[in-house]
């Protein structure tokens, strides 16, 4: 499917450069961005685009709303209005010139993408209901033109208009002045579970609740006062006991003076659509509680730094409010030192290898230093680029020091060690010599003293034995347990 092209009419460069950004990265195509109303009008003239979002106030002698005036004569491109007041005059004014919608600054994504979406889709059905309009009304001219020249022909061409009508897979129907059925299709009759002379000459209170047909009275009486094209959307109960959901189009026709004689309407069922909508939504509602509900550190944010989603674990932890914090730009406030190794750990990051696990130190509101470690994922679209990333986080301070204290006990014990081994080889030393004098003389007390020397010599090799063991030791903590760090 090609890709929406979208005009952007904003005078502030940095809100058109954001929305241009914003615009690609929702998948449309951004067909121009211009300051003025001048330059609006002309490059609607020359490119055509699918829709515009025009700013209320701009640069120039033309503002946005007398720019979609001018539009308005030779196109019926979809506007959609950008403001940041939402002054009654000023929407009265706008809403001659038939905008799609508005949009109040600062603008949320989703409410953008959710209008813009809207907006197509209803300038697009307003398209086809023109077209149906058209071939409705050039059929009825050949109509009129074979009555008048074949009276004879008339049954043979309304049974030929109403099996056109029934190969619609839409309910269709067709009302007089009066607000009684003249006419319906086959699936207008599934829809209400009676047959269509049943319903030719009743009313809408006739198969509607209450509500729901007062509801289409009073519109149907609008309308044919007003004339031209009506479009909303409502609940239907199906005769089948479902509440269906309806886009409800409906257009009067006239006579060759241009006096009403009626109303055609179309339904068009997005039960489905909407069905699906709300599944999302309750879905999102369910991941959202469960990610609330998470001791770790969970946050999501575009390329730019924009965050999509934080939960309270992550708020909290670095006193951040959520309206000021979800749909801006936060970077994480990392330690200057780290910050190398935090770029390089990303930029690591790619399609075949897109979770990563990284330690680095950042600084809180209350300004310490604490250590986290955070598990990093990318998504990428088709052409392998990152749109998005997702971290799971989780305080190690305390993990930290812990280490940091083990560390220093085992160098203290290297220590103590070593000295013990110089000690060992100066007491050694002398104590050879005294044996070796003592060994000189066969009196009782040099055998004495040879007796305890070798006493002497005996306890300093047990505790020699020992420094060997202890190396062994300290030899699986540096292999096993890296605890020298």
């Not at 905008?99 to 994504?109: F, H, N, R, S």
């Not at 809408?204 to 479009?231: C, E, I, W």
């Not at 406030?333 to 950042?362: M, T």
Request: hydrophobic letters at 40%; a negative charge.
């Amino acid at each position: 499917m090609t890709a929406a092209r979208i005009l952007i009419v904003e005078d502030e460069r940095i809100v058109a450069e954001d929305l241009r950004l914003t615009l690609i990265q929702m998948g449309y195509d951004v067909t121009g961005s211009v300051a003025t109303g001048e330059e609006a009008v002309t490059l609607v003239r020359e490119h055509s685009p699918d829709l515009i979002l025009m700013d209320i106030f701009l640069a120039g002698k033309m503002d946005g709303i007398t720019a979609t005036g001018e539009i308005r004569k030779f196109s019926a491109v979809p506007v959609i209005y950008l403001t940041a007041f939402a002054d009654k005059t000023i929407m009265d004014k706008a809403k001659i010139t038939e905008p799609y919608g508005y949009i109040l600054k600062p603008y949320q994504e989703r409410e953008l993408h959710t209008i813009i979406e809207i907006s197509l889709y209803k300038y697009q059905i307003d398209q086809q209901l023109r077209e149906s309009e058209e071939k409705l009304r050039q059929m009825n001219e050949i109509l009129e033109v074979r009555v008048r020249e074949r009276t004879a022909d008339l049954d043979h061409q309304v049974h030929f208009l109403q099996q056109l009508i029934d190969t619609i897979p839409s309910p269709v129907y067709y009302k007089d002045t009066d607000l009684r059925y003249l006419g319906c299709n086959r699936t207008f009759e599934g829809y209400l579970g009676v047959s269509r002379d049943a319903i030719i000459g009743k009313t809408v209170t006739d198969f509607a609740p209450g509500d729901l047909a007062t509801l289409t009275m009073n519109k149907d009486r609008y309308l044919l006062s007003h004339h031209g094209v009506q479009v909303y959307q409502m609940k239907y109960p199906h005769h089948d006991g479902s509440l269906r959901d309806l886009i409800v189009k409906k257009a009067t026709f006239s006579d060759d003076s241009g006096k009403a004689l009626g109303i055609i309407g179309v339904w068009m069922d997005i039960s489905d659509r909407v069905r699906a909508e709300e599944a999302l939504v309750e879905s999102e509602k369910r991941f959202r509680a469960v990610v609330q509900d998470q001791s770790e550190l969970i946050y999501r944010f575009r390329v730019d730094r924009r965050i999509l989603f934080a939960n309270k674990a992550f708020l909290d932890y670095f006193a951040l409010d959520e309206q000021k914090t979800v749909g801006y730009i936060f970077r994480l406030p990392v330690f200057p030192d780290d910050q190398h190794a935090v770029d390089a750990h990303f930029a690591s990051l790619a399609p075949d290898h897109p979770l990563g696990l990284i330690e680095y130190r950042c600084t809180r509101s209350d300004g310490t230093i604490a250590w986290q470690q955070w598990s990093n994922r990318a998504f990428f679209d088709t052409a392998g680029n990152v749109t998005e990333y997702q971290s799971v986080g989780r305080d190690i301070t305390r993990k930290k020091e812990i280490e940091e204290q083990q560390r220093r006990a085992y160098h203290q014990i290297e220590q103590n060690l070593q000295q013990f081994a110089i000690l060992n080889d100066h007491i050694r030393n002398p104590l050879a010599v005294i044996m070796m004098l003592a060994g000189i003389r066969e009196d009782d007390e040099s055998r004495k003293i040879i007796e305890k020397s070798r006493e002497i010599d005996d306890i300093l090799g047990k505790l020699h034995q020992g420094y060997l063991e202890s190396e062994k030791v300290r030899m699986f903590l540096r292999t096993h347990y890296d605890i020298e760090g």
